[in-house]
């Protein structure tokens, strides 16, 4: 992990992160926290969907624009996120709340990556779900909750540790 | 009637939640020690005007690495500290409040003086 951190600090993007003006880092942070606020919120609203709230509305009213939301909020997180690493990423080798956020966040991924292969996600578009489909999706949609909810957290007070 | 019942409870609960805020904001100074803290030393590594908050590092008479942990970016240049303006090998005073884990060798920095030159990165602190 040493040596991954080590490199990326040591990277044109660690270089020009810390050499591009004193408001770089703020303007970087500034499009993290916008892109987790798409993300997050997007996902919290698909994710009490699936656990049963909002019945009435269809799930693919809510789900065509929490999806692309929540994606183009990852990239765009994701991207911020390691710029802002990169600024001084061996700081964070020894920082309990990093190695917290980034299994939660590819916990997360695994739990996209699997809610996307179940025939009642690929096919909620187009029909009805049974109630035990329903409740399927419900248990991933727990998951993700927990999953964005912990990096979230963890990634915060990574910055207070 | 009922969405604007539960709204005014959301922002009710959020008033509460922000109130208890400051406490811990802005990754404040409450992981430091309240009483003011001085220590001289030699800058190993001059200032860095990278984010989230400037940084250097001084060792002491002890042989300890200090980390030195200066305001953000914006506001220690606006106390004239640019990189390269404290070379290493510089004898430096350090003014600030010292990490409360006594292992760790961290000050958070409001003032530093170098050839009888003080730089107030903190101007609103005393």
Not at chain 1, 92 to 108: D, E, M, R, T, V
Not at chain 2, 37 to 49: A, Q, W
Request: with cysteine.
């Amino acid at each position: 992990m040493h040596d991954l951190l080590a490199w990326l600090e040591a990277s044109l993007i660690g270089h020009a992160m810390r050499g591009s003006g004193v408001w770089t880092y703020g303007v970087v942070n500034l499009f993290h926290i916008l892109s987790i606020a798409s993300l997050f919120g997007s996902i919290l609203l698909l994710d009490l969907r699936l656990l049963g709230v909002w019945r009435n509305i269809p799930l693919a009213a809510i789900s065509t624009p929490c999806v692309t939301v929540g994606a183009w909020g990852f990239v765009v997180a994701t991207l911020t996120g390691i710029g802002l690493l990169a600024t001084k990423a061996t700081e964070y080798q020894s920082n309990p709340f990093f190695y917290i956020k980034i299994p939660a966040i590819l916990l997360g991924l695994v739990n996209v990556a699997a809610l996307s292969r179940l025939p009642a996600w690929k096919q909620h578009r187009t029909r009805e779900l049974s109630a035990a489909e329903q409740s399927k999706l419900a248990v991933y949609g727990g998951i993700s909750l927990a999953c964005w909810f912990t990096a979230i957290a963890a990634g915060r007070m990574v910055g207070y540790w | 009637m009922h969405s604007r019942r539960s709204f005014f409870t959301a922002f009710g609960v959020s008033a509460l939640a922000l109130s208890a805020v400051p406490a811990l904001a802005h990754h404040g100074w409450g992981g430091n020690l309240d009483e003011e803290f001085e220590i001289s030393g030699t800058v190993v590594t001059g200032v860095s005007l990278a984010g989230p908050h400037a940084t250097m590092k001084m060792k002491d008479d002890k042989g300890n690495v200090w980390d030195l942990t200066l305001a953000p970016p914006f506001m220690t240049e606006r106390s004239g500290l640019k990189e390269g303006s404290i070379p290493a090998g510089a004898k430096v005073s350090i003014h600030g409040h010292r990490n409360r884990d006594p292992k760790k060798y961290e000050i958070k920095t409001e003032r530093v003086t170098v050839n009888g030159k003080t730089y107030n990165v903190y101007p609103d602190r005393t």
